[in-house]
Nanobody, 127 residues
Framework: QVQLVESGGGLVQAGGSLRLSCAAS????????MGWFRQAPGREREFVAA????????YYLDSVKDRFTISRDNAKNTVYLQMNSLKPEDTAVYYC????????????????????WGQGTQVTVSS
């Protein structure tokens, strides 16, 4: 059984920064692509960023590409999302997730490609 626990969310003014963390346990963390998704009220869950098992291959949602940075520390079984220049439209619950397959990026933008999910952490950006 895999457990993912997110932390680091909160309330911030537009232009501010937050760093989200996702601690994983119960699986060979270093073998899996990890993703960050977000879901705003009344909207579908949206892909934000993904990072491959070795931390080299990275993908971003276009609207966050120059503002967010995903990274991972396999020794600590933790993935991070550094969010800078935050905008009110970034307001959402942010979730981390583990890909279903080892050493795979298949359908990395789709929530269905991920098997295990954290409980989510709220990010609110005020204007």
């Amino acid at each position: 059984q895999v457990q993912l626990v997110e932390s680091g969310g909160g309330l911030v003014q537009a232009g501010g920064s937050l760093r989200l963390s996702c601690a994983a346990s119960g699986r060979t963390f270093s073998s899996y692509t990890m993703g960050w998704f977000r879901q705003a009220p009344g909207r579908e869950r949206e892909f934000v960023a993904a990072i491959g098992w070795n931390g080299i291959t990275i993908y971003y949602l276009d609207s966050v590409k120059d503002r967010f940075t995903i990274s991972r520390d396999n020794a600590k079984n933790t993935v991070y999302l550094q969010m800078n220049s935050l905008k009110p439209e970034d307001t959402a619950v942010y979730y981390c997730a583990t890909h279903r397959s080892v050493y795979s990026f298949d359908n990395y933008q789709r929530a269905s490609a991920y098997r295990y999910w954290g409980q989510g952490t709220q990010v609110t950006v005020s204007s």
